[in-house]
């Protein structure tokens, strides 16, 4: 939040500037040049004090993952704790998936572009067997039954989880889905996504393999 304050104090000068500039169109000239000295010291008060605030450099993994399509937290970000249960019947949480780098992906049988990225998945979960990296897969609002007949047909080796009401996803799923973060060692979002991207692609799984081992 202190990060934050300086610019809400410009945003809140120039909004004052502005209602005093309406406010006092009747007022005498000297009014008038007296609140815009004022106005302008207090602009270039906080103009000091941005100034004086030092810049983060950009993580290094920033322009890579945007040119995949994510966008990339300025900081991490602490995700709010959920409990899903998988199909294999193991329940995790943000706690349980510490110490890995993790694709989080929220999805749906009934979603195109959900399934259309899911091949690409898999050949990220298989290029990252044996690394600090796992894909945790939650589907969001649907029966196991409903998972289980789509896996039959297009059985997936990476991890899929059950949200069967849908509040988990809440937290998480604002504007559709996929919804996708990637959660660092710390269980932090890095970076996050709403749409298919494709994660075969030989630079995203070098990139990935580089995030498990820098992370």
Request: glycine fraction near 8%; aromatic fraction near 10%.
């Amino acid at each position: 939040m202190k990060k934050l304050l300086p610019w809400l104090m410009v945003l809140g000068i120039f909004f004052v500037a502005a209602c005093t500039k309406t406010a006092s169109a009747d007022a005498s000239d000297k009014s008038s040049q007296s609140s815009a000295n004022n106005t302008g010291t207090a602009v270039q008060e906080t103009e000091k004090q941005l100034a004086a605030v030092p810049l983060k450099a950009a993580p290094w993994y920033g322009e890579k993952l945007e040119a995949m399509g994510f966008y990339v937290f300025p900081e991490p970000q602490a995700m709010p704790p959920f409990s899903v249960m998988g199909m294999d019947g193991k329940t995790i949480g943000i706690d349980s998936l510490a110490g890995k780098v993790v694709l989080l992906n929220f999805w749906a049988t009934w979603c195109p572009p959900c399934r259309s990225e899911m091949p690409t998945m898999e050949t990220l979960h298989k290029f990252m067997n044996g690394r600090n990296f796992t894909i945790a897969a939650i589907s969001v609002g649907e029966k196991r039954s409903t998972v289980s007949s789509f896996l039959a047909d297009s059985p997936y080796s990476f991890p899929i989880y059950l949200d069967e009401s849908g509040t988990v996803s809440r937290s998480f799923v604002g504007q559709g889905i996929p919804t996708t973060y990637i959660l660092d060692k710390k269980g932090r979002a890095i970076a996050g996504v709403i749409g298919a991207l494709s994660y075969s692609e030989p630079f995203v799984l070098e990139l990935f393999k580089d995030l498990a081992e820098k992370l």
